[in-house]
């Protein structure tokens, strides 16, 4: 959904000064009366990032939705970082609204000062430790293959002589398509929404990558609810039993049926790895697993469980399911 929440002038004073001001490291905040304005600042008492942002904890609030921005590579360019903090226990309608509003708040602030988006749920993920548990995450993404590095040199390069200038704006990285407003609004507030799929698609001809739809769905219905005509790109929260809680996972699924078109087959297949990261890195999904399948139907609860399972290490490459039938 678009908010259509702006930044106050309030906030843009309380960045700027953030900006020009070395003794601080940060600044919190919030949407009030349809506006993101901000809440508090948080002083540099270290060069320590760790040792400042340990305040945190007596800052936010276990049931508040709140966004907060950190100093954290000083003297860069983009030398910030923005965490949209959403605790589980806050109520659904700001749940929405603050996920919604997220790029909204950074497109306003000045996109090029941010290096990076990150999306938590819990205070334990707005300390030091959390902070680095994410950066191994994001440094474990799957490298590009030698075709996939060519591809996105030449379309880079493409993208660059038609506009003369680099964009930030919600794009596949390396095969120069635009996403949506639809499908940016839906991966905006996923995380947080009731829906449990939502599926994207590519118009070849308009070069966009659009919204199919959002549903709540079981494992078991996957093959009945995607396409076994057309190729999809599908994220999907699996609700699990892990350990002796539950787990909502996110799995990007990318399904190309034997029956697609040829050129579809190449258009989806070369741009799968780029619509898994812009759906992790721009809208903060935390994706567990990437499987590839030929039908929808391969994919079953059962599977998911089995590649879910602690005992079973990671790929870095999608994973096949098995055929029926095959060992």
Known sequence: MQSGISASKELHEAFNKLVSDSSLRGLLAGIDKEQLVPTTTIPSISSDFSTDIAALKDLVKDNEAAYIIL???????????????????????????????????????????????????????????????????????????????????????????????????????????????????????????????????????????GLVGSSKVTADALGTSISNKEPRYSFFKYETKIGSGRSTPIIFIFTCPEESKVKERMVYATSRLAVYRIGEIEYGLNIVKRIEATSPSEITARYLDEELSPQKDEKPSFSRPKRPGRN
């Open 71 to 209: 100093r954290r590579y000083p003297n860069a360019p983009d030398e910030f970082v923005v965490i949209t903090y959403v605790p589980d226990t806050a109520n659904v309608r700001s749940k929405m609204l603050v996920a919604s509003t997220r790029l909204t708040l950074v497109r306003e602030l000045g996109s090029d000062k941010f290096r990076e988006s990150i999306f938590a749920t819990a205070k334990t993920e707005l300390t030091g430790e959390g902070l680095k548990a994410h950066d191994a995450h994001v440094s474990q993404k799957a490298p590009l293959t030698e075709e996939e590095q060519s591809l996105q040199s030449l379309k880079a390069a493409e993208a660059e002589a038609s506009t003369g200038t680099s964009s930030r704006s919600s794009r596949v990285v390396g095969v120069h398509m635009p996403v949506s407003q639809a499908a940016q609004d839906v991966l905006n507030s996923f995380k947080v929404g009731s829906d449990t799929l939502v599926q994207l698609n590519i118009d070849i001809i308009n070069e966009t990558i």
